[in-house]
């Protein structure tokens, strides 16, 4: 489904140049849901980013379907590939109602029968008909992911990308919108790129997963070796430990911490 | 970090308009509209300000049930000449016999065609040359932006007078140096705004959605920018109608014996000492319209913009 | 525990919109010794408002009262500005959230511990800045003397969040309230910092309020924690009989959490009950 090689992506020249990913490859198959795990700073966000042309593929190859991507994208891979963002409350525009956020993907791409597809959607994402009318200060952060997940499905694409989507909410909320992105993935046969800073969190939705470090990946692993403790690299370690919460055992400062 | 309903629950009307779950696209604007008419009437000087210009609107829509004489033909030049204000003449008469309360009355008319027309053409070319130059950004802003600071770099009222020179004196030509003088300062205050919001996470969604620059710029950009625009349009409305006087008290602008305020000033400006009725009228008018305004436009920064409130 | 440092009952915030009145916190009590006291709760629990609150940090249209709300036996509501002025920073000390906001971007580190130990010691210079490079060192700066001379631009969010602990430990205060200390930190910095702080409280014999969101890293990491939810604290219990916690919004909170020790799905999400907020 998604395929990626040697992908770097590196920001301004001489001086200023900054390698934000250095030689990152991995493959997504249909259907399955694949994590990025790092800290900030690692280029997790960044590959996803260059994914969806948001930011510049500098070296490498992204094809999606079998199908190397173009610069700029075309409405195809846009019908596609859909992302949904970090913060739900710098991702839903603040003068546009829900019904305007939704429809707008569906007067883009010239697609009828709006009306039923916005109720639709919204069903789909949980949330009724009361909400079609609101404004996003209207609506409290849980519901305004679920309308970003709801903009991102509305075109029905195939590859969801998933930019740290929990990470604003509450533990409470975290769960639900966890769930409903589990129950999406099932219904629809979604494939997702997950990108977060949150071990648990990546476990929890993904399969296999990639702990990037420095724009790099670390090392390629599955979510029932994290549930196992079995990591290789001393890096995955130490992130599985910091998960656990605060210890008092074990004072010692892992080469990791080095700040 | 604020929770809990808030203790007081609305009724009626205002329930319905403030209600959190709107059942059309109508009812969630009126609700919007209607909190910000409430952040509005907060401000009693601001609701001041819009008294003075609704007032505008209606003495220049009736001007002719209200005024009491032509403000143009003048009476008997040998017993109505420079009348002080009496009850026949609320502000006396002027060196041609003219009542001048008819003549700031109609004069209104004028007022409100020069901020009309300025405002609608100065605010669009202002925001489409400020959000284009920032959400396109590299030569084009350039380009777009070397352009503003040259409009900038003279002074208004030098400019305009150099326009009016070359197109001949004339109240649609200063309106047109008008226009062309003041739509710099609302480019750069639409490029800032945009360059702001180009980089946000609803704008890069909606590109993931395909949509076009032009859709992104006028569905997506323009709406949040044109909010302050519209704040500082109208405080700058006091600056246009003084300048619009300033043309036609040096001749330029409207042409005797049209009833425009500058002009009407400008005329006084002879009988100062002794007739001081026939310059302080008119200049009273442009005094109070410019000061609504200016009022007017503050309480619309408290209810549009209300990160640039104090 | 013989006599509390800092006594709170039934302290409220009220703040005035113009949708009307919204209460944050409603009717807090509790009493504070020499211990670590963990304030949990989801955004609009109330958990920072009653930090501030304590501190008189309470933003301008909000409005606090309090039945009683004394530190060491000095009335917070009463007190004269002075008085307040020279406890905030002094006797008691805050840690916010970002360092990149707390900071001022304009003063060197250094300068800013200096300034923050001399506005309530009277020390010469020199003995500041000696106290302000011991400080970093205690925070486990690498070279102080470099990070002295830095402005908060030039170092991580790591290196900030421990500057502007050594600032606020600098004047060995009494009691230190951090709220989401270490939120906007990765998480392997976060337990550095956490560590740091750990030391330096119990080394100092500091009483500590900790205010996060996060029920599992402050169990951890305190010895009391209150649970918060709607402006009330629902529950109280020692941070070690956390999974003994009786009230449902507690286990609720500690089981939406997925953990890589299981994997259950869906997770238990948390079904809100009104009489939670009454």
């Known amino acids: 489904m998604l395929d990626i090689q040697n992908l770097q992506v590196v920001f301004g020249t001489g001086r200023l140049r900054v390698d934000a990913v250095k030689n990152v490859s991995f493959q997504v198959e249909r259907g399955a849901s694949y994590g990025l795990v790092g800290e900030s700073g690692s280029g997790k966000s960044t590959v996803l980013r260059a994914i969806c042309g948001l930011a510049p593929i500098s070296d490498g190859r992204v094809s999606v379907e079998g199908k190397e991507v173009t610069t700029p994208r075309d409405q195809a891979f846009y019908r596609t590939v859909q992302m949904v963002f970090q913060d739900p409350y710098a991702s839903l525009h603040p003068r546009h109602t829900v019904d305007r956020t939704l429809s707008e993907p569906l007067a883009i791409h010239g697609e009828k029968d709006a009306e039923a597809r916005i109720v639709q959607a919204l069903r789909e994402v949980g949330l009724g008909p009361s909400f079609r009318f609101r404004y996003p200060h209207q609506l409290s952060g849980g519901q305004r992911q679920r309308i970003a997940i709801?903009?991102?499905?509305?075109?029905?694409?195939?590859?969801?990308?998933?930019?740290?989507?929990?990470?604003?909410?509450?533990?409470?909320?975290?769960?639900?919108v966890l769930n409903l992105l589990d129950e999406l993935r099932q219904k629809m046969g979604l494939t997702y790129i997950l990108v977060s800073h949150d071990l648990a969190v990546v476990a929890h939705l993904c399969e296999r997963l990639l702990v990037m470090r420095h724009g790099e990946g670390v090392e390629e692993t599955t979510a029932a070796a994290l549930r196992s403790g079995k990591a290789s690299d001393s890096y995955t370690r130490s992130l599985i430990q910091a998960s656990s919460g605060f210890s008092r055992d074990g004072q010692k400062t892992s080469p990791a911490l080095a700040v | 970090m604020t929770g809990a309903a808030p203790l007081v629950q609305p009724t009626g009307l205002r329930a319905w308009l403030l209600s959190p779950e709107p059942a059309s696209r109508w009812q969630a604007r009126l609700g919007r509209l209607y909190l910000g008419w409430r952040t509005f009437t907060k401000n009693p000087l601001a609701v001041f300000g819009l008294g003075i210009v609704l007032l505008l609107l209606l003495v220049a829509l009736f001007a002719g049930f209200l005024a009491p004489y032509s403000p143009v033909a003048g009476g008997d030049l040998r017993t109505l000449r420079l009348l002080p204000p009496s009850a026949e003449h609320w502000f006396g008469t002027d060196d041609q016999a003219?009542?001048?309360?008819?003549?700031?009355?109609?004069?209104?008319?004028?007022?409100?065609?020069?901020?009309?027309?300025?405002?609608?053409?100065?605010t669009p070319i202002g925001l489409l040359v400020g959000t284009v130059a920032g959400y396109v950004g590299g030569w084009v802003d350039t380009v777009l932006m070397r352009l503003t600071d040259i409009f900038?770099?003279?002074?208004?009222?030098?400019?305009?007078?150099?326009?009016?020179?070359?197109?001949?004196?004339?109240?649609?030509?200063?309106?047109?140096?008008?226009?062309?003088?003041?739509?710099?300062?609302?480019?750069?205050?639409?490029?800032?705004?945009?360059?702001?919001?180009?980089?946000?996470?609803?704008?890069?969604?909606?590109?993931?959605?395909?949509?076009?620059?032009?859709?992104?710029?006028m569905g997506h950009v323009v709406p949040l920018c044109i909010s302050s625009l519209i704040v500082r349009v109208t405080l700058d409305m006091?600056?246009?109608?003084?300048?619009?006087?300033?043309?036609?008290?040096?001749?330029?602008?409207?042409?005797?014996?049209?009833?425009?305020?500058?002009?009407?000033?400008?005329?006084?400006?002879?009988?100062?000492?002794?007739?001081?009725?026939?310059?302080?009228?008119?200049?009273?008018?442009?005094?109070?319209?410019?000061?609504?305004?200016?009022?007017?436009?503050?309480?619309?920064?408290?209810?549009?913009?209300?990160?640039?409130?104090? | 525990m013989?006599?509390?440092?800092?006594?709170?009952?039934?302290?409220?915030?009220?703040?005035?919109?113009?949708?009307?009145?919204?209460?944050?916190?409603?009717?807090?009590?509790f009493q504070l010794g020499r211990e670590r006291l963990g304030i949990v709760g989801e955004s609009g629990s109330g958990k920072?408002?009653?930090?501030?609150?304590?501190?008189?940090?309470?933003?301008?249209?909000?409005?606090?009262?309090?039945?009683?709300?004394?530190?060491?036996?000095?009335?917070?509501?009463?007190?004269?500005?002075?008085?307040?002025?020279?406890?905030?920073?002094?006797?008691?000390?805050?840690?916010?959230?970002?360092?990149?906001y707390s900071l001022n971007p304009v003063m060197t580190i250094g300068e800013q511990i200096i300034e923050a130990y001399q506005a309530h010691a009277k020390a010469s210079r020199a003995e500041a800045r000696d106290k302000a490079l011991a400080m970093l060192e205690a925070v486990k700066m690498r070279d102080p003397g470099r990070v002295?001379?830095?402005?908060?631009?030039?170092?991580?969010?790591?290196?900030?969040?421990?500057?502007?602990?050594?600032?606020?430990?600098?004047?060995?205060?009494?009691?230190?309230?951090?709220?989401?200390?270490?939120?906007?930190?990765?998480?392997?910095?976060?337990?550095?910092?956490?560590?740091?702080?750990?030391?330096?409280?119990?080394?100092?014999?500091?009483?500590?309020?900790?205010?996060?969101?996060?029920?599992?890293?402050?169990?951890?990491?305190?010895?009391?924690?209150?649970?918060?939810?709607?402006?009330?604290?629902?529950?109280?219990?020692?941070a070690k009989h956390l999974r003994q916690a009786k009230h449902a919004y507690t286990q609720g909170l500690m089981q939406c959490l997925p953990t890589l020790a299981n994997d259950i799905r869906p997770l238990p999400v948390l079904n809100r009950d009104p009489s939670w907020a009454q």
């Open chain 1, 150 to 176: 709801a903009r991102a499905l509305i075109l029905r694409p195939k590859v969801l990308l998933l930019d740290e989507p929990t990470s604003a909410l509450d533990a409470s909320v975290q769960a639900e």
């Open chain 2, 98 to 122: 003219r009542d001048i309360y008819s003549r700031v009355i109609y004069g209104s008319r004028i007022t409100l065609w020069v901020v009309l027309l300025v405002s609608v053409i100065a």
């Open chain 2, 238 to 310: 006091a600056g246009i109608i003084l300048t619009a006087a300033g043309l036609g008290f040096l001749g330029l602008g409207a042409q005797p014996p049209m009833p425009e305020w500058g002009a009407m000033v400008a005329t006084g400006r002879n009988y100062l000492i002794d007739q001081w009725w026939v310059a302080a009228m008119p200049g009273l008018a442009i005094f109070v319209v410019s000061l609504g305004f200016n009022l007017l436009g503050d309480g619309l920064r408290d209810v549009l913009d209300p990160k640039a409130a104090k």
């Open chain 3, 48 to 100: 920072s408002q009653t930090g501030r609150a304590i501190l008189g940090l309470t933003p301008p249209p909000g409005e606090v009262t309090a039945g009683k709300l004394t530190f060491d036996g000095i009335d917070l509501l009463t007190a004269s500005k002075r008085t307040l002025r020279t406890l905030r920073g002094g006797r008691i000390s805050m840690v916010m959230q970002d360092p990149k």
């Open chain 3, 2 to 29: 013989t006599k509390p440092l800092l006594e709170v009952e039934d302290l409220r915030v009220r703040f005035h919109l113009r949708t009307g009145i919204v209460e944050a916190v409603r009717g807090v009590s």
């Open chain 2, 152 to 217: 900038l770099a003279f002074p208004r009222l030098v400019l305009a007078l150099a326009f009016v020179a070359a197109l001949g004196p004339g109240i649609e030509n200063a309106i047109i140096a008008i226009a062309i003088t003041s739509w710099p300062p609302y480019a750069r205050i639409a490029r800032a705004e945009t360059l702001m919001i180009r980089n946000s996470d609803f704008i890069a969604a909606v590109k993931l959605q395909g949509a076009s620059t032009p859709r992104i710029i």
């Open chain 3, 148 to 238: 002295f001379a830095l402005y908060p631009h030039e170092v991580s969010g790591g290196m900030g969040q421990r500057a502007m602990i050594a600032m606020m430990l600098v004047t060995d205060p009494d009691l230190l309230i951090a709220d989401e200390p270490t939120s906007a930190l990765d998480v392997t910095v976060q337990m550095e910092v956490l560590r740091i702080l750990d030391e330096l409280v119990a080394e100092r014999g500091m009483s500590l309020i900790f205010v996060s969101h996060d029920l599992k890293l402050v169990s951890s990491f305190c010895d009391r924690v209150l649970v918060m939810y709607a402006g009330r604290v629902v529950e109280e219990l020692e």
